[in-house]
């Protein structure tokens, strides 16, 4: 079975710094897509990037990027510039590619401060 | 575009009373639903998966009769907790995943917080 680690149950960062949030994953699979979701305190869970695991090319979506080392099973997220509206619950998630299975395996979750 | 709804937002029921909450796609039509619970300060965790006009698959551990999950349409799935008792109190989020499109996309729902008193 797939497992999702993010080691960091908790991390800070002042306003317009950089943070790096950790997670790894186990899998047996070869190709899988994997998720950053962002849960502000309303508990809406968000999208903030996607991964498939067969692409070399690190994904970026404005302020957030990853760095993804398949080889590693590792899938840290980079926030720059950070704002205070980043502040949130963010998860690290799983997919596999195929029909079967299509639900998430989330991770613990790490709760990002945002200081001013 | 890509909107799932739950309804309600949040519900107070009685001990032993049954309550039913709604997941809808509004503006696309979803062959798989998800449903998840998620305890205050944890992650989510998944209860079953809900296929359009089948049966739903529940995961291990979680109560079949207690939680039954009904997937009628392409656009909606409901959750009835039946009997529910003080520890079914919890966040129940959907997810739903679109007909014909990349099969990684899925799109949560806002969340129901159940209280059983």
């Known amino acids: 079975a797939q497992t999702v680690t993010q080691s960091q149950p908790e991390m800070s960062v002042q306003e317009a710094e950089t943070v790096t949030l950790s997670c790894t994953y186990d899998?047996?699979?070869?190709?899988?897509?994997l998720f950053w979701y962002k849960q502000p305190p309303s508990r809406q869970m968000i999208l903030v990037i996607r991964?498939?695991?067969?692409?070399?090319q690190n994904a970026t979506e404005n302020r957030f990027s990853v760095n993804f080392q398949k080889a590693a099973k590792s899938f840290s997220l980079k926030i720059s510039d950070s704002q205070l509206g980043d502040a949130a619950m963010y998860f690290c998630a799983y997919r596999r590619i195929d029909n079967y299975g299509q639900n998430f395996v989330f991770g613990p979750g790490t709760r990002l401060s945002v200081l001013p | 575009g890509a909107v799932v709804s739950q309804h309600p937002s949040w519900v107070i029921c009685k001990s032993g009373t049954s309550v039913k909450i709604e997941c809808r796609s509004l503006d696309f039509q979803a062959t798989t639903m998800f449903w998840y619970r998620q305890f205050p300060k944890q992650s989510l965790m998944l209860m079953a998966t809900?296929?359009?006009?089948?049966?739903?698959?529940?995961e291990q551990g979680v109560e079949k009769d207690k939680f039954l999950i009904n997937h009628a349409s392409l656009t909606l799935s409901t959750l009835t907790v039946t009997s529910a008792h003080p520890e079914d109190s919890s966040f129940y989020i959907c997810?739903?995943?679109?007909?014909?499109?990349?099969?990684?996309?899925?799109?949560f729902g806002p969340g129901t917080r159940l209280t059983v008193t």
């Open positions: 997810s739903a995943a679109p007909l014909g499109l990349v099969p990684s996309e899925q799109y």
């Open positions: 899998t047996s699979e070869s190709d899988y897509y």
């Open positions: 809900s296929n359009e006009g089948s049966k739903a698959t529940y």
């Open positions: 991964q498939e695991a067969y692409k070399q």
